[in-house]
């Protein structure tokens, strides 16, 4: 038979306070916090300045970039390879000829 649930009054009040007062303070923050509206880019082509920026010509870049993004997508391709090997040399094959009971007959020991 099952029981119902009590509520256990013999905890520590303290962190059920201290959990209360860190979500008023957290609450106060966010309603309060003033966020600027959003200003978008200046004109100028974003596809032509992340081609600059692939190549580390960021002077030639309408928009400010990082001049290590091509380290950066080599880094990617060669980690995504990475997995696709390990899932790969992982995946087992359903008829394999490899013996790895120490190469005795699949007859059972009945020749």
């Known amino acids: 038979m099952t029981t119902r649930p009590r509520i256990s009054s013999s905890g520590n009040w303290v962190a059920g306070i201290a959990a209360v007062g860190l979500f008023a303070v957290m609450a106060a923050v966010f309603l309060t916090a003033t966020i600027p ?6 004109e100028g ?3 032509a300045s992340i081609g ?3 190549f580390d010509l ?3 870049a309408d928009h400010a970039s990082e001049p290590f993004l091509v380290a950066f997508l080599l880094i990617a391709v ?4 990475a ?3 390990s899932v790969m040399l992982a995946k087992r094959e359903e008829e394999s000829d490899v013996a790895t009971d120490g190469g005795r007959s699949n007859t059972g020991g009945r020749n």
Do not use: K, N, Q, R
Not at 37 to 42: L, M, Q, V, Y
Not at 78 to 81: I, K, S
């Open 45 to 47: 082509s974003i596809t």
């Open 58 to 60: 960021v002077e030639l």
């Open 78 to 81: 060669v980690l995504d390879a």
């Open 52 to 54: 600059y920026a692939m």
């Open 37 to 42: 509206a959003p200003t978008g880019f200046e």
């Open 83 to 85: 997995l696709d090997g």
